[in-house]
């Protein structure tokens, strides 16, 4: 079992910057890929990043230049740093934590970018 738990989100104004954190416990052995995902309202899910036991990232194409993930193994903590914020991305931010047995979500985190 893999818990997840997220933090950093916010309101924040067009153009500014927020750093998600995601923290886990449990079984991390087992867990290759640590991604964020976001869901805004009437939309479904949608991978947002993702980075590989390896550090190797895959990014949205809205997303691209402006989001940037990372992890630490030891701390078993992954971010997601986010500049240059638009109003279209606010939604519910997911931490997700996917492995040969395992697939967790954490609870999400809302992120508002409004003037």
């Known amino acids: 079992q893999v818990q997840l738990v997220e933090s950093g989100g916010g309101l924040v104004q067009p153009g500014g910057s927020l750093r998600l954190s995601c923290a886990a416990s449990?079984?991390?052995?087992?867990?290759?890929?640590m991604s964020w995902y976001r869901q805004a309202p009437g939309k479904e899910r949608e991978l947002v990043a993702r980075?590989?036991?390896?550090?190797?990232?895959t990014y949205a194409d809205s997303v691209k230049d402006r989001f940037t993930i990372s992890r630490d193994n030891v701390k078993n903590t992954v971010w997601l740093q986010m500049n240059s914020l638009k109003p279209e991305d606010t939604a519910v931010y997911f931490c997700?934590?996917?492995?040969?047995?395992?697939?967790?979500w954490g609870q999400g985190t809302q992120v508002t970018v409004s003037s």
């Open positions: 997700n934590a996917k492995g040969p047995v395992n697939n967790a």
């Open positions: 449990g079984s991390m052995f087992s867990i290759n890929d």
């Open positions: 980075i590989s036991s390896g550090s190797t990232t």
